[in-house]
């Protein structure tokens, strides 16, 4: 046996390894959100008249809102197959910080769901007719607001596993705690199109995810050993 | 120490028991005041009329939704640390109550903006935010009763609450930020903080009456709380002995 | 200091506000009086509960006494 103090890094890279091969074969990870981002943009404009408005003042809301939906959707079960499979309660015994694995399960999510979306989003934003100087910025917003919502999502979704399919209630609890980062990632967008200093906006998204970073991993371990252990 | 022994659901069930006919008496008491007062013969504002006589169930209803909140959530801290069951019980109740209180705070602020602001709603910062602390609360209570596992369900609506606090200037920072780019500060609901002392005083009569209430419902909420939790133990069934015999 | 109002109609219409000041205090009057009674419904609900499956109970303790 490995002492325990030496070896916390492996907790991290294994994690992180582990996810992606496993959902290498999966399409739920990776190309579900994706499409179903791309059909609540499709539906958007057939709910407003195609004349009267001009879809590129609503794209930066519209854009951050199906990022939101389909990022909330595949945080849902992010750790329901390793309870269910008994792998978390082994991680829980295990002498290696809890943080460490759960860190790196979050990035790995993050590469499989927000970082396609962000690569993926000048499709939403050409078919919105966003003007060209917000794309950049859009990329921007969604590569570093998707780890925040993953980061933050983790941790409700970290209260509910043990109700399997928790229907509404991921939702309900996580959409408050989603609201800053909808505010500055299509305040971002909207600044850069309108011609003002986009990077404040996205600075602040910064600031908020250094802390997500810091507290959310420790606080999705806290919480499973305070409900799954005792 | 006292308050340690008055985490004792028994014990807090019989003191409760004496202290609510005093608390009620006196909520409503001073909530009739209070009411009288503000309603009838404080003066009316010289901008607004008569409409700001809604200030003194809107003011207190939100005092109450943001000091409720940190009940809450501090009665949720307390039940994970200490493990009373009795503060997982407070925190259930507390936000039922806070809850309603937001929503109060939220319905009277809308039809005072009627008259004041020409309309129902606006995205303003503090609306938002209050709106958004009624999700905040829904949230908490929807995850308290979630699960079938009760234990688990209040342990979780705690760490919730707690996450919660933590979200809650966040949130308010971004909102504020949020509503001064979109709008110029033009619409306020207290447009001057120095408010006449006539207005003044019923409405601190009305803050305390509020809180008074708000001890009464905790303490009506908790006594079924602590009845439903705890009717397999003797002193329940003693309890009930005893009024069977009453009744004959 | 004395009443603001001179009549009940005043009182009332409140210079045109009263629609939306009385509407304000009813609802939440409501409301507060249901924050007391559900509470007192509840309680009393549960109490009656206990006190039904005691005489049952009870009642089934003597029914095996009398088989006897």
């Not at chain 2, 003191?15 to 309603?39: C, E, H, K, N, Y």
């Not at chain 2, 602020?109 to 935010?129: E, L, N």
């Amino acid at each position: 046996m490995h002492s325990p103090k030496t070896r916390h890094d492996i907790g991290f890279y294994a994690h992180f390894r582990r996810e992606l091969s496993l959902a290498r074969c999966a399409f739920d990870a990776t190309i579900a959100p994706l499409v179903f981002m791309f059909m609540g943009v499709a539906v958007i404009p057939l709910a407003l008249s195609p004349d009267t408005v001009s879809y590129s003042s609503i794209a930066p809301g519209i854009v951050w809102i199906m990022v939101m939906l389909a990022s909330l959707m595949s945080i849902e079960r992010i750790f329901t197959f390793d309870y269910d499979d008994g792998s978390l309660e082994q991680l829980l015994i295990s002498p290696q910080l809890l943080a460490q694995p759960i860190f790196g399960k979050l990035v790995a999510h993050w590469v499989l769901t927000g970082l396609p979306m962000a690569l993926a989003s000048p499709m939403m934003a050409f078919v919105l007719s966003l003007p060209a100087e917000g794309y950049l910025p859009m990329i921007l917003s969604i590569v570093i607001g998707t780890a925040y919502l993953s980061l933050v999502g983790s941790v409700c979704a970290s209260l509910t596993v043990s109700l399997g399919r928790g229907g509404f209630l991921l939702p309900i609890t996580v959409i408050p705690l989603y609201m800053p980062i909808i505010i500055f990632g299509s305040a971002t967008i909207d600044f850069a199109v309108s011609g003002m200093e986009w990077s404040f906006p996205l600075a602040i998204m910064g600031t908020l995810l250094c802390l997500a970073m810091a507290v959310c991993p420790i606080a999705v371990a806290t919480i499973f050993r305070f409900t799954i252990l005792f | 120490m006292w308050l340690y022994r008055l985490s004792s659901p028994k014990l807090f069930y019989h003191i409760s028991g004496r202290v609510i006919p005093w608390l009620f008496l006196a909520s409503i008491t001073i909530l009739v005041i209070g009411l009288f007062w503000g309603l009838l013969i404080a003066p009316p504002d010289a901008r607004q009329g008569d409409s700001f006589r809604i200030i003194y169930i809107h003011v207190p209803s939100s005092f109450l939704a943001l000091a409720g909140y940190y009940f809450m959530a501090g009665a949720g801290a307390v039940g994970l640390v200490w493990r009373t069951k009795i503060s997982f019980w407070f925190m259930k109740s507390a936000a039922s109550i806070g809850a309603s209180m937001t929503f109060i705070a939220l319905f009277t602020g809308a039809i005072w903006g009627r008259p004041s602001w020409g309309t129902y709603w606006v995205w303003d910062a503090r609306v938002t935010s209050m709106l958004i602390l009624l999700f905040l609360y829904l949230g908490v209570m929807a995850m308290i009763r979630a699960f079938d596992n009760k234990e688990l369900g209040q342990k979780n609506g705690a760490i919730l609450a707690l996450i919660g606090t933590v979200n809650v200037p966040i949130i308010y920072k971004s909102v504020d930020w949020w509503h001064t780019l979109h709008q110029p500060a033009t619409l306020k609901l207290t447009s001057d903080s120095s408010i006449h002392i006539d207005m003044l005083q019923p409405l601190l009569v009305m803050i305390v009456g509020f809180y008074l209430f708000y001890a009464l419902t905790i303490c009506l909420f908790l006594r079924a709380e602590i009845l439903q939790h705890e009717q397999a133990t003797s002193w329940v069934k003693d309890l009930c002995v005893r009024r069977l015999r009453k009744s004959g | 200091m004395g009443m603001q109002f001179s009549t009940f109609y005043e009182i009332i219409d409140m210079g045109g506000h009263g629609v939306f000041v009385w509407t304000a205090v009813s609802v939440s009057l409501l409301i507060f009086l249901t924050l007391i009674v559900l509470p007192v419904a509840e309680h009393s609900r549960i109490l009656k509960n206990i006190e039904l499956t005691m005489e049952f109970e009870a009642q089934s303790l003597r029914n095996v006494d009398a088989e006897k």
